[in-house]
């Protein structure tokens, strides 16, 4: 029976897992056209079984302070991960969304291989996937490469075969490790002795329930428009759309949004490319605080480039990386300390994942829309902010605790709503009125 040892950085996210905050990803697929289950079996035991986590359950052992391991699951069955249901009528947007929600409120089960699927029928007369996985199996960039494997770049034709790495990660040297957490040190001291931000309907004490939302897509050729006219990045423009949401939001719910701070937990991909194909997790984090103080979009666009900006040059994205790496061989009870002194500095998790360009297939059936939804873990982050790109489209994915934000759903309409007043700022004036019906249409 193989058995090993996880990385730091992976223990790191085993340990964050919570009763209330789940370290979990939960991602959808959704089709046009039904999708066969025995077909979408087949391939996820031929594709997906091969990459040896998905057979591997967690164990902790050693002495004196036990740390996670990858077992391979006794007697490992399928089944218990692959399941197919049909949507409760009225088999509508709204059943979707609740049986997604009751999912991503669900803890995996820590006795078996910490991934699961269902394949969901009768969803609007298609289908749609929803699979679920602990942040220790993979990051986001790590799990695009699994859907590379699992989908085809056309009907009937599978994925060129890619090697399944079997290296392990290098391990930093430990000089390696003083020079980056001495290089980075100072803003570290920095964010820790920042005040925490301040309480708001985004942070508090929550529950086991989960309220999720997403979207209408946004066109990238229109982010990158907004882009090239304010000299900015579409990651940038993005994230300023979700700020000036939230700032909305926030407004609404009674926060005087012109004096507060909002700060956001960003990862920051580290991954080298010749690990490309490995699982596992290689980020680092930044935190970025949001423009939310400044009333027009164009000033929160400004001041969103300039703060990414500063953290793309900035050594706290590696340094982070060691410290959780540090953290993921420290016990539990030191983590969480962590992550309490950390996690009070900011009020969200804020993602953005560049899925593929092109239209994928799962058993035969085009893959019309992806989304995913990151985890918060923690004591007071109460939100998950997720963007995801995939053919030519960007939708935004919201998931937070229901007592502290029951109507995330609102958040995505007024991401929308910026969205579009970014768009008309940059447009001719008889072009605005056309701008707004087209995403109207879009919804």
Sequence with gaps: MTSYAMSPVDAAWYHMDGPENLA???GVLLTKKPLDFAQVRAIYRERLLPFER???RVVERGFPL???????MPHFDMDQHLHHVALPAPHDHAALMALITDLASTPLDHEQPLWQVHVVDQVAGASALIMRFHHCIADGTAMMGVMQQLFDPAPGKPPPAAPLLKLATPALGLRDKAALVASGAAMLIAEVLKWPDPPSPLKGEFGMRKHIAWSAPVAIKDVKAIGAHFGAKVNDVLVAAMTGALRSYLKERGVDVNHTTVRAMVPVDLRPPQRAGQLGNEFGLVILELAVTKARAAQRLALTKARMDLLKRSTE???????????????????????????????LVMTNVAGPRSTLYLAGVAIDRMLFWVPHPGRELGMGVSIMSYRGQATLAVIADARLVPDPDTITDLFQREFATLLRSIQPQGAKAAAKKSLRARA
């Design 24 to 26: 979990m990803v939960t």
């Design 54 to 56: 998905f057979r591997q």
């Design 66 to 72: 036990p740390t996670p391991h990858w077992e391979d």
């Design 317 to 347: 994205p590696m340094a982070m990386r060691v410290l959780l790496e540090i953290f993921g061989r420290t016990p539990k009870a030191l983590e969480d300390v962590a992550n309490r002194v950390f996690g009070s500095k900011t009020s």
